[in-house]
């Protein structure tokens, strides 16, 4: 039972241009959401983060939106750089839970300089 | 240490041979998690421990998995009589408490290969 889905293995978008990397979940109790970011050979690293009570979350380059009602959420990077090609993966927690994290099976961005 | 620390790096080994992986959290950190990663999949969520509690091992695939944590720190996750589907990535990683979902701080993992 896949609870965090992401439907497009991969993107690939021109430099400087808008990268949207999309999300959906089925558990309800979800109460924050995360985008973690991956190079080969490294581990995840934390990108950004939005709460349930939320519907956007922007930092600098990095915007995610939150849609409650569709179960939906996407990452917006803009401009988007050559350093930003890498595995980003979509993750939610149910904070009453344990905490532990819930992947989405991740979209490979590749960025064309 | 600085960071989360997984050894060996890379392991090839024989089907139905046992394995031990190993994490060395970052000193402090109290809570644990490991996952794996086959290929073209996402971050399987495996087993967790947290302080002196009891581990939630919900994630385990079968009774060939096990882990343990030694004196709150460093963690092994030992699988038995290997198949080729346990070929993945195995990360491990920490956070200072439970619900720290912010601060997960992942090791490069283990690449795990059963021939």
């Known amino acids: 039972d896949q609870q965090v889905k992401q439907n497009s293995p991969s993107l690939s978008v021109q430099e400087g241009r808008i990268s949207i990397l999309n999300c959906d979940y089925t558990?309800?109790?979800?109460?924050?959401f995360l985008w973690y970011k991956k190079y080969p050979a490294e581990g995840p690293t934390f990108l950004i983060s939005?709460?349930?009570?939320?519907d956007k979350n922007e930092d600098g380059r990095f915007t995610v939106f939150l849609n409650k009602s569709a179960k939906h959420l996407s990452l917006h990077i803009v401009p988007s750089q050559p350093g930003d090609s890498a595995v980003y993966f979509c993750?939610?927690?149910?904070?009453?839970?344990?905490?532990?994290?819930?992947f989405g099976q991740g979209t490979t961005l590749q960025v064309k300089p | 240490g600085a960071g989360v620390s997984q050894s060996p790096s890379n392991k090839v080994t024989e089907k139905g041979k046992d394995v031990e992986l190993r994490c060395d959290p970052i000193?402090?950190?109290?809570?644990l998690y490991w996952y794996r990663q086959s290929l073209g999949q996402g971050l399987e969520f495996l087993i967790y421990f947290q302080g002196n509690s009891a581990p939630d091992k919900s994630g385990l695939p079968s009774d060939r998995f096990s882990a343990e944590r030694t004196g709150g720190s460093v963690s092994t996750l030992t699988i038995q009589r290997t198949q080729q589907e346990d070929s993945a990535v195995y990360l491990c990683?920490?956070?200072?408490?439970?619900?720290?979902?912010?601060?997960?701080?992942f090791g490069s993992g283990t690449r795990l290969t059963v021939v």
């Open positions: 993750a939610a927690v149910d904070s009453g839970n344990t905490g532990k994290l819930i």
């Open positions: 558990n309800s109790m979800f109460d924050y």
């Open positions: 000193s402090g950190h109290t809570a």
């Open positions: 939005i709460s349930s009570i939320k």
């Open positions: 990683a920490s956070s200072l408490a439970q619900n720290s979902f912010y601060g997960y701080t």
